[in-house]
C-alpha cells in the first residue's frame, strides 16, 4: 500500500472516531439534560479525530522515508543480491532498475541482472507495505480508543481542540522559517564541499570558466571554474541590457498610465500590463531564441557585422528587459501615487505644467520608492533562468560586444546540474556555490531595497 | 479700447511658453509609447505564437484506403484489452497490410513518407468498429516528418516535389490534429501529444495546491490574528517576504538537495516537483492572505468575542470565510506562477523523456513547461509549429486561472 492509501485509510480511521465521539457526547448530553456539558459534542469529536489523525500522519511520514530503505536492505540481505556489484553507479541502475519493475512502473529491465532482483523486492515491497498499514491501524487504534475514553460531560474538549489548532498553526508558519533554513543549509553544505576541492579565490576572481564534468574528481584544475564571466554576463544581461529597456518603458507607463490616462484606458492597459507579467518565462525564453535572437542577427549581418551568433546577449537582454517592464511599472505607480497630492497641487498652481510636476516634483518625491522597485527587478532580472537557457547560449565571453554569447550564473546552474557528471563532482557541485551566490546576492538586493522604502516612506507622512 | 500685451507675455515668454508646452506633448508623447510599445510587444508575443501554433494542431496526413476484404484480417475477440488487441491485430501482419495498400493508392515513394507508427491508428479504428472489417475504408494515416516539410515547402527538393504531386492528387493534405491533446511526448514530430504532460502538471499542481494551500492558509491566520508580537514572529515574517524573491532556481536546488536526498527513488515524480513548487508558492499564499485577512474590519471580530465566542471560534467561523475568496485569488495566483515554472523542475529532474502519460504520484513525469523547452531544443523544423502548440495549451490554462481569480475578485470580494 503506498502512502498515499495509508492516508485515504487515516482520513477514514478520523472519520469514524469523529462520528464515533460525537455520538458519545451527544448521548451524554441527553442522559443528562439538566447538566450542561463541557464542551459541545463537535469539538469531543474533534478531539478524537486529532488524536487519530495527527499521530497516523506523523507516522506515515516517517513511514515513507524509512520504508524504501528498509526495503532495499531485505533486498541485499536476499541471497540473489550476492552477485551484484560490490558498489557504484552499475549497482544503483540494478537495483533502481529492479525497483520499477517490481513496482510496476516498467515491463521490462535494461540490466538483465536486474531480472534475479524483481522476486526479492516484490516479496519485499508488499511485506514491507503489510508492516506499515498494520502500524497505521495499531496506531490509529491505540492512540483514538486512548481519546475517546477521555470523552466525559465534564471533560473541557473545546479548549484542547482549540490549543492544538494554536500548535497547528504555528507550525505552518514554522514552515517558511524551515524552509530558509533548509536553502541556507543544503547551499552551504555542498558549497563547502565545493571548496573542499577548488579554492574560493579561483572561484571566484578566475577568468576562465570551462569545468569538465569527466575529468578525476579528486583532482580539479582550479583555473577552470573561475565565474568571474559568469558574473559579468549575468549582470551585463540582468542588471544593464534588460534595464536599459524595462527602467524608461515601465517608468513611462507608469507615469503616463497614474498621470495622463482616462480611467477607461488605465482599466484596459492596467491588466494587458499584468498579463505581460503572467506569461511564463519559458514563451519568453522561446520567443527570444525564435523571433528575436534571429532578427538581432540578421540585423547585424545587415550593416555589416558578420560574427554575430544566434544567440546572443541582447536577444536575451532585451526580452528580459520586455519581461520585467510590468514589474518596474507597477513599483513606480505605486511610489508615485504614495506622493502626496498637496505636492502635486501646489506644483501646479504655481503654473509648472504637468510633464514639469512630475519631472521635477513627484518623481523626486517618489525616488526612494523606484529605486527599490528597480533594485527588485534586477534581482528578479538576474534570478531569471529559463530566458539566458533558452536565449543567451553557453560560451562564457568575458565581453563588452552585446551580439556575442555569453553565460549567465543561472544558465550554468542548469548545465551544470542536467549535465552528465556524477553528483559528487566539483562541476556538479559548483552549482551549488553559484546558487549560494546568487542566493546571498538577491537576498542583499530585496534587504536594500526593503530598507530604502521604510527609511523614506515616513518623511510624507 | 485697445487690447494691450500684459507687460509678462512678452516675446520671450511665449517662446519659452511654447517650448514649454512643446515638451509637455513630447513627455505625454512618449509615455503613451512606452504604453503602446509594452502592449505591442503583448500583442506581437500572442500573435507569432498563435500563428505558430495554430500549424502545431494539423499535421500532414496521407490518405489510404484499405480493401478489408482481401486482407483477410479477424478482429480479436471482445473483451481483449486494448494493448492485446493491437498486438493480436500485428500478428495478423496488420502493418504488411497497410504498407500494401499505401503502395497502390501512394506509390512506392509515398508509402516509404508513411509514418512507421501508422499501422497504430488502423488498427484503434478497428478496435474501436470491428465492423469496418468487411469493407472499404479511407484512413487519413500521419506521413513522415520530412514529407510534412516537403509540403510546408522545406526539406530537400525531392521531398517537396513528392509532397507536392501527392498534395495535387487530393493524398495529402494538413489536416485537424485532435490527438495532439491525447497522445504523448515522442522522438517524431508528427506523432507528438501533450497530454503526459498536461497529466504530468495537473498531478504536480495537485500536490502543490495540497500542500501550499493549507500551509499558507494557517501561516497567514497565525501570523495576522494569534501572533505575539515579538523577535520570532518577525524571523518568519522577514523569511517569509524573502522567500517571495527568492529566484525560483534555488528551490530548485533545496528539492535536489533536501527532497531528493530524501526519496532517492522519485526522481521527476510530480510528488517531488509538487513539493518543490509548493515551498516557492507558500510564500505567496501567505502574503496575499495575510491581506485579505487584514482587509476584515475589527468590528466583525468584536463582535463575535463580544457574544462569546473563543478565539479560535471567531477567526474560524467569522474571519477565514469572509477572507476566504481573497485568499483564493491570491492562492490562484500564485498557482498560476507554479504552472508556468520550469527552472526548479529540470533541477530535480522532470526532464526526462517520458512517453507515456504519469500513472500517479510517483511515476516519472514531465510537465508543460518543461515540454514546451525540451521541444524547443529539437532539431525536426515540425517541433517549431507543435511547441507554438503547447505554449498556446499552456496560456490557456493561464489565462482561464487568471479569469477565474478576476471573476472571484469582482463577485465576491467586499468593500467593507
Same mark, same amino acid.
Not at chain 2, 514649454?20 to 506633448?25: I, K, M, S, T
Not at chain 2, 512618449?30 to 506581437?44: D, E, T
Not at chain 2, 531528493?260 to 509548493?278: C, D, E, H, K, Y
Given at each position: 500500500?503506498?502512502?498515499?492509501?495509508?492516508?485515504?485509510?487515516?482520513?477514514?480511521?478520523?472519520?469514524?472516531?469523529?462520528?464515533?465521539?460525537?455520538?458519545?457526547?451527544?448521548?451524554?448530553?441527553?442522559?443528562?439534560?439538566?447538566?450542561?456539558?463541557?464542551?459541545?459534542?463537535?469539538?469531543?469529536?474533534?478531539?478524537? #479525530?486529532?488524536?487519530?489523525?495527527?499521530?497516523?500522519?506523523?507516522?506515515?511520514?516517517?513511514?515513507?522515508?524509512?520504508?524504501?530503505?528498509?526495503?532495499?536492505? #531485505?533486498?541485499?540481505?536476499?541471497?540473489?543480491?550476492?552477485?551484484?556489484?560490490?558498489?557504484?553507479?552499475?549497482?544503483?541502475?540494478?537495483?533502481?532498475?529492479?525497483?520499477? *519493475?517490481?513496482?510496476?512502473?516498467?515491463?521490462?529491465?535494461?540490466?538483465?541482472?536486474?531480472?534475479?532482483?524483481?522476486?526479492?523486492?516484490?516479496?519485499?515491497?508488499?511485506?514491507?507495505?503489510?508492516?506499515?498499514?498494520?502500524?497505521?491501524?495499531?496506531?490509529?487504534?491505540?492512540?483514538?480508543?486512548?481519546?475517546?475514553?477521555?470523552?466525559?460531560?465534564?471533560?473541557?474538549?473545546?479548549?484542547?481542540?482549540?490549543?492544538?489548532?494554536?500548535?497547528?498553526?504555528?507550525?505552518?508558519?514554522?514552515?517558511?522559517?524551515?524552509?530558509?533554513?533548509?536553502?541556507?543549509?543544503?547551499?552551504?553544505?555542498?558549497? *563547502?564541499?565545493?571548496?573542499?576541492?577548488?579554492?574560493?579565490?579561483?572561484?571566484?576572481?578566475?577568468?576562465?570558466?570551462?569545468?569538465?564534468?569527466?575529468?578525476?574528481?579528486?583532482?580539479?584544475?582550479?583555473?577552470?571554474?573561475?565565474?568571474?564571466?559568469?558574473?559579468?554576463?549575468?549582470?551585463?544581461?540582468?542588471?544593464?541590457?534588460?534595464?536599459?529597456?524595462?527602467?524608461?518603458?515601465?517608468?513611462?507607463?507608469?507615469?503616463?498610465?497614474?498621470?495622463?490616462?482616462?480611467?477607461?484606458?488605465?482599466?484596459?492597459?492596467?491588466?494587458?500590463?499584468?498579463?505581460?507579467?503572467?506569461?511564463?518565462?519559458?514563451?519568453?525564453?522561446?520567443?527570444?531564441?525564435?523571433?528575436?535572437?534571429?532578427?538581432?542577427?540578421?540585423? #547585424?549581418?545587415?550593416?555589416?557585422?558578420?560574427?554575430?551568433?544566434?544567440?546572443?546577449?541582447?536577444?536575451?537582454?532585451?526580452?528580459?528587459?520586455?519581461?520585467?517592464?510590468?514589474?518596474?511599472?507597477?513599483?513606480?505607480?505605486?511610489?508615485?501615487?504614495?506622493?502626496?497630492?498637496?505636492?502635486?497641487?501646489?506644483?501646479?498652481?504655481?503654473?509648472?505644467?504637468?510633464?514639469?510636476?512630475?519631472?521635477?516634483?513627484? *518623481?523626486?518625491?517618489?525616488?526612494?520608492?523606484?529605486?527599490?522597485?528597480?533594485?527588485?527587478?534586477?534581482?528578479?532580472?538576474?534570478?531569471?533562468?529559463?530566458?539566458?537557457?533558452?536565449?543567451?547560449?553557453?560560451?562564457?565571453?568575458?565581453?563588452?560586444?552585446?551580439?556575442?554569447?555569453?553565460?549567465?550564473?543561472?544558465?550554468?546552474?542548469?548545465?551544470?546540474?542536467?549535465?552528465?557528471?556524477?553528483?559528487?563532482?566539483?562541476?556538479?557541485?559548483?552549482?551549488?556555490?553559484?546558487?549560494?551566490?546568487?542566493?546571498?546576492?538577491?537576498?542583499?538586493?530585496?534587504?536594500?531595497?526593503?530598507?530604502?522604502?521604510?527609511?523614506?516612506?515616513?518623511?510624507?507622512? | 479700447?485697445?487690447?494691450?500685451?500684459?507687460?509678462?507675455?512678452?516675446?520671450?515668454?511665449?517662446?519659452?511658453?511654447?517650448?514649454?508646452?512643446?515638451?509637455?506633448?513630447?513627455?505625454?508623447?512618449?509615455?503613451?509609447?512606452?504604453?503602446?510599445?509594452?502592449?505591442?510587444?503583448?500583442?506581437?508575443?500572442?500573435?507569432?505564437?498563435?500563428?505558430?501554433?495554430?500549424?502545431?494542431?494539423?499535421?500532414?496526413?496521407?490518405?489510404?484506403?484499405?480493401?478489408?476484404?482481401?486482407?483477410?484480417?479477424?478482429?480479436?475477440?471482445?473483451?481483449?484489452?486494448?494493448?492485446?488487441?493491437?498486438?493480436?491485430?500485428?500478428?495478423?501482419?496488420?502493418?504488411?497490410?497497410?504498407?500494401?495498400?499505401?503502395?497502390?493508392?501512394?506509390?512506392?515513394?509515398?508509402?516509404?513518407?508513411?509514418?512507421?507508427?501508422?499501422?497504430?491508428?488502423?488498427?484503434?479504428?478497428?478496435?474501436?468498429?470491428?465492423?469496418?472489417?468487411?469493407?472499404?475504408?479511407?484512413?487519413?494515416?500521419?506521413?513522415?516528418?520530412?514529407?510534412?516539410?516537403?509540403?510546408?515547402?522545406?526539406?530537400?527538393?525531392?521531398?517537396?516535389?513528392?509532397?507536392?504531386?501527392?498534395?495535387?492528387?487530393?493524398?495529402? /493534405?494538413?489536416?485537424?490534429?485532435?490527438?495532439?491533446?491525447?497522445?504523448?511526448?515522442?522522438?517524431?514530430?508528427?506523432?507528438?501529444?501533450?497530454?503526459?504532460?498536461?497529466?504530468?502538471?495537473?498531478?504536480?499542481?495537485?500536490?502543490?495546491?495540497?500542500?501550499?494551500?493549507?500551509?499558507?492558509?494557517?501561516?497567514?491566520?497565525?501570523?495576522?490574528?494569534?501572533?505575539?508580537?515579538?523577535?520570532?514572529?518577525?524571523?518568519?515574517?522577514?523569511?517569509?517576504?524573502?522567500?517571495?524573491?527568492?529566484?525560483? @532556481?534555488?528551490?530548485?536546488?533545496?528539492?535536489?538537495?533536501?527532497?531528493?536526498?530524501?526519496?532517492?527513488?522519485?526522481?521527476?515524480?510530480?510528488?517531488?516537483?509538487?513539493?518543490?513548487?509548493?515551498?516557492?508558492?507558500?510564500?505567496?499564499?501567505?502574503?496575499?492572505?495575510?491581506?485579505?485577512?487584514?482587509?476584515?474590519?475589527?468590528?466583525?471580530?468584536?463582535?463575535?468575542?463580544?457574544?462569546?465566542?473563543?478565539?479560535?471560534?471567531?477567526?474560524?467561523?467569522?474571519?477565514?470565510?469572509?477572507?476566504?475568496?481573497?485568499?483564493?485569488?491570491?492562492?490562484?495566483?500564485?498557482?498560476?506562477?507554479?504552472?508556468?515554472?520550469?527552472?526548479?523542475?529540470?533541477? @530535480?529532474?522532470?526532464?526526462?523523456?517520458?512517453?507515456?502519460?504519469?500513472?500517479?504520484?510517483?511515476?516519472?513525469?514531465?510537465?508543460?513547461?518543461?515540454? $514546451?523547452?525540451?521541444?524547443?531544443?529539437?532539431?525536426?523544423?515540425?517541433?517549431? /509549429?507543435?511547441?507554438?502548440?503547447? $505554449?498556446?495549451?499552456?496560456?490557456?490554462?493561464?489565462?482561464?486561472?487568471?479569469?477565474?481569480?478576476?471573476?472571484?475578485?469582482?463577485?465576491?470580494?467586499?468593500?467593507?
Amino acid at each position: 500500500m503506498s502512502p498515499a492509501i495509508l492516508l485515504v485509510l487515516a482520513l477514514g480511521l478520523g472519520l469514524a472516531g469523529w462520528l464515533a465521539a460525537r455520538a458519545r457526547a451527544w448521548a451524554f448530553k441527553r442522559d443528562n439534560s439538566a447538566k450542561r456539558i463541557a464542551a459541545l459534542p463537535t469539538y469531543h469529536a474533534w478531539y478524537v #479525530a486529532l488524536w487519530i489523525v495527527i499521530p497516523v500522519v506523523v507516522f506515515i511520514g516517517l513511514w515513507s522515508v524509512i520504508a524504501p530503505q528498509l526495503v532495499t536492505q #531485505a533486498v541485499l540481505a536476499a541471497p540473489a543480491a550476492a552477485d551484484l556489484p560490490t558498489f557504484g553507479f552499475q549497482r544503483d541502475a540494478i537495483l533502481s532498475d529492479a525497483r520499477s *519493475v517490481a513496482m510496476g512502473d516498467t515491463v521490462g529491465v535494461f540490466n538483465q541482472a536486474a531480472n534475479a532482483l524483481v522476486e526479492p523486492y516484490r516479496a519485499a515491497i508488499s511485506r514491507y507495505n503489510m508492516i506499515g498499514a498494520l502500524c497505521t491501524l495499531v496506531i490509529a487504534f491505540l492512540t483514538g480508543v486512548w481519546a475517546f475514553l477521555r470523552v466525559k460531560p465534564n471533560f473541557t474538549a473545546r479548549t484542547r481542540v482549540e490549543r492544538a489548532v494554536m500548535v497547528i498553526l504555528l507550525l505552518a508558519s514554522l514552515v517558511a522559517i524551515l524552509t530558509t533554513l533548509g536553502i541556507v543549509v543544503s547551499l552551504v553544505f555542498e558549497t *563547502v564541499r565545493f571548496f573542499g576541492a577548488v579554492s574560493p579565490i579561483d572561484f571566484l576572481f578566475g577568468t576562465h570558466w570551462g569545468p569538465d564534468p569527466m575529468s578525476n574528481p579528486d583532482n580539479p584544475d582550479g583555473t577552470r571554474y573561475g565565474a568571474i564571466p559568469l558574473f559579468w554576463g549575468t549582470i551585463y544581461i540582468g542588471a544593464i541590457i534588460a534595464m536599459i529597456v524595462a527602467i524608461p518603458l515601465g517608468l513611462m507607463s507608469a507615469i503616463y498610465l497614474t498621470q495622463y490616462a482616462s480611467p477607461r484606458t488605465r482599466a484596459w492597459i492596467k491588466p494587458a500590463l499584468e498579463v505581460l507579467a503572467g506569461v511564463p518565462t519559458v514563451v519568453y525564453g522561446y520567443f527570444a531564441a525564435l523571433t528575436v535572437a534571429p532578427a538581432i542577427r540578421d540585423l #547585424a549581418f545587415s550593416v555589416g557585422l558578420t560574427n554575430a551568433s544566434n544567440e546572443s546577449a541582447l536577444a536575451a537582454g532585451l526580452v528580459m528587459g520586455i519581461m520585467i517592464i510590468p514589474f518596474v511599472s507597477s513599483m513606480a505607480d505605486d511610489s508615485i501615487a504614495a506622493v502626496p497630492q498637496a505636492l502635486r497641487d501646489g506644483s501646479l498652481a504655481m503654473g509648472a505644467t504637468t510633464s514639469e510636476t512630475i519631472r521635477q516634483v513627484l *518623481v523626486p518625491a517618489a525616488l526612494p520608492g523606484i529605486v527599490a522597485g528597480i533594485m527588485l527587478a534586477v534581482s528578479r532580472a538576474i534570478g531569471e533562468t529559463m530566458i539566458v537557457v533558452m536565449a543567451a547560449g553557453a560560451a562564457a565571453n568575458l565581453t563588452g560586444n552585446p551580439l556575442e554569447a555569453m553565460t549567465t550564473v543561472t544558465f550554468q546552474i542548469v548545465a551544470m546540474l542536467t549535465g552528465e557528471g556524477s553528483f559528487d563532482h566539483p562541476a556538479t557541485l559548483s552549482a551549488f556555490a553559484l546558487g549560494f551566490v546568487l542566493f546571498i546576492v538577491t537576498l542583499g538586493l530585496n534587504f536594500i531595497a526593503l530598507s530604502v522604502v521604510k527609511r523614506f516612506r515616513e518623511v510624507y507622512d | 479700447m485697445t487690447e494691450q500685451a500684459a507687460p509678462t507675455r512678452t516675446d520671450k515668454f511665449e517662446a519659452r511658453l511654447k517650448r514649454r508646452y512643446a515638451a509637455e506633448r513630447r513627455f505625454k508623447m512618449a509615455g503613451l509609447g512606452a504604453v503602446l510599445f509594452s502592449v505591442g510587444v503583448l500583442l506581437f508575443l500572442l500573435v507569432t505564437m498563435s500563428i505558430n501554433g495554430i500549424g502545431g494542431f494539423q499535421r500532414a496526413e496521407l490518405s489510404v484506403p484499405i480493401d478489408f476484404t482481401q486482407a483477410g484480417l479477424s478482429a480479436a475477440p471482445a473483451g481483449l484489452s486494448q494493448p492485446s488487441a493491437v498486438q493480436s491485430l500485428q500478428a495478423q501482419g496488420l502493418p504488411q497490410v497497410v504498407e500494401y495498400f499505401a503502395e497502390e493508392s501512394l506509390g512506392k515513394a509515398g508509402a516509404d513518407q508513411l509514418s512507421d507508427n501508422a499501422w497504430r491508428t488502423v488498427a484503434d479504428q478497428i478496435i474501436t468498429n470491428p465492423a469496418i472489417l468487411r469493407g472499404t475504408e479511407e484512413f487519413s494515416l500521419a506521413a513522415s516528418p520530412k514529407l510534412a516539410g516537403g509540403l510546408g515547402g522545406e526539406g530537400s527538393a525531392e521531398m517537396q516535389s513528392l509532397a507536392a504531386d501527392l498534395a495535387a492528387q487530393g493524398k495529402l /493534405e494538413n489536416r485537424l490534429d485532435l490527438g495532439f491533446l491525447t497522445r504523448s511526448d515522442a522522438t517524431n514530430s508528427q506523432m507528438v501529444g501533450i497530454w503526459g504532460a498536461l497529466k504530468g502538471s495537473i498531478l504536480t499542481m495537485l500536490v502543490t495546491l495540497l500542500l501550499a494551500f493549507p500551509i499558507g492558509v494557517m501561516a497567514a491566520l497565525y501570523l495576522e490574528e494569534y501572533a505575539p508580537k515579538n523577535r520570532w514572529t518577525d524571523v518568519i515574517e522577514v523569511s517569509i517576504n524573502n522567500l517571495a524573491a527568492v529566484p525560483s @532556481i534555488i528551490f530548485g536546488l533545496l528539492g535536489l538537495a533536501v527532497f531528493l536526498a530524501l526519496f532517492p527513488n522519485m526522481r521527476s515524480a510530480p510528488l517531488i516537483g509538487g513539493m518543490t513548487l509548493a515551498l516557492m508558492t507558500m510564500p505567496v499564499i501567505v502574503i496575499s492572505g495575510r491581506n485579505a485577512i487584514k482587509a476584515v474590519p475589527q468590528s466583525i471580530r468584536d463582535g463575535a468575542l463580544a457574544i462569546g465566542a473563543s478565539q479560535v471560534q471567531v477567526v474560524f467561523h467569522h474571519v477565514l470565510p469572509l477572507a476566504l475568496p481573497g485568499i483564493l485569488t491570491g492562492t490562484i495566483i500564485g498557482m498560476a506562477r507554479a504552472l508556468g515554472e520550469t527552472a526548479p523542475l529540470l533541477m @530535480i529532474g522532470m526532464r526526462a523523456f517520458v512517453a507515456t502519460p504519469p500513472a500517479g504520484f510517483t511515476s516519472p513525469a514531465t510537465v508543460l513547461p518543461v515540454q $514546451i523547452f525540451l521541444w524547443s531544443d529539437e532539431i525536426d523544423r515540425g517541433f517549431v /509549429e507543435r511547441t507554438s502548440a503547447a $505554449i498556446i495549451v499552456l496560456l490557456v490554462f493561464l489565462l482561464l486561472m487568471n479569469g477565474i481569480a478576476i471573476y472571484l475578485r469582482n463577485r465576491f470580494e467586499k468593500k467593507w
